[in-house]
């Protein structure tokens, strides 16, 4: 059986790293654009639903029309360890990724922090953005093994329009991520990034 999370506030708090310190040298070359063509692409695949750029912003990164012409705006946040935290479990035990339970709080607290972000004055399109969390140091199968109907209730609290997983760790050998939903509840999920992306299960 999974561990159970029960996504409290002060269990979210508990994981206490500021965003500046949730980097990984290993996503240093991938740029916000690419971010962004790689969610575009996967979006379509997942939804049949295209997101035009409009431009890029400031809170959230972009702003894009979608196919009925309504403006949607869309925030990336990394979700890793620190390289100190990756060192270590690498290189004693051929640790190379995050584990999914600690994936999970940490994306939860980002989904609050962004959540709390996301109502102060100078957010635009406070009503209608999508939060996409990014993961090269964790893979969807490791995180869904650890989510549960719960948990999504919780995620929705947010605000945001959508929230979704973008599972970067096999994109050199796939050319493509996969996604997770978590929010709303109708496309809660997992989402091949291709036809012909990698096994999942």
């Not at 409290?8 to 206490?16: D, L, Y």
């Not at 980097?23 to 916000?32: K, N, T």
């Not at 609050?112 to 009503?127: C, I, S, T, Y």
């Not at 994109?171 to 012909?196: Q, R, T």
Request: charged content about 25%; glycine content about 8%.
């Amino acid at each position: 059986m999974p561990r159970t999370l029960r996504m409290s506030a002060s269990g979210f708090e508990s994981w206490n790293r500021p965003a500046s310190e949730l980097y990984s040298s290993m996503f240093e070359l991938i740029s916000e654009q690419e971010q962004f063509e790689f969610f575009q692409s996967a979006y379509l695949h997942a939804t049949g639903q295209r997101l035009r750029l409009v431009r890029k912003s400031e809170r959230p990164d972009f702003i894009c029309h979608r196919p009925d012409g309504s403006l949607v705006g869309i925030e990336f946040t990394l979700i890793t360890r620190t390289p100190g935290d990756c060192f270590w479990p690498k290189l004693l035990d051929g640790v190379e990724y995050m584990n999914g339970f600690d994936g999970v709080f940490a994306a939860g607290a980002a989904i609050m922090r962004k959540g709390e972000k996301r109502v102060e004055h100078d957010w635009q399109l406070p009503a209608s953005s999508i939060l996409v969390l990014y993961s090269p140091d964790c893979p969807i199968d490791e995180l869904e093994y650890h989510l549960d109907a719960e948990l999504q209730a919780e995620f929705e609290e947010s605000g945001f329009t959508e929230i979704w997983i973008a599972d970067h760790t096999q994109v050199e050998a796939y050319g493509c991520v996969d996604l997770f939903c978590l929010a709303p509840k109708e496309l809660w999920g997992y989402y091949a990034g291709s036809d012909i992306g990698k096994p999942y299960g």
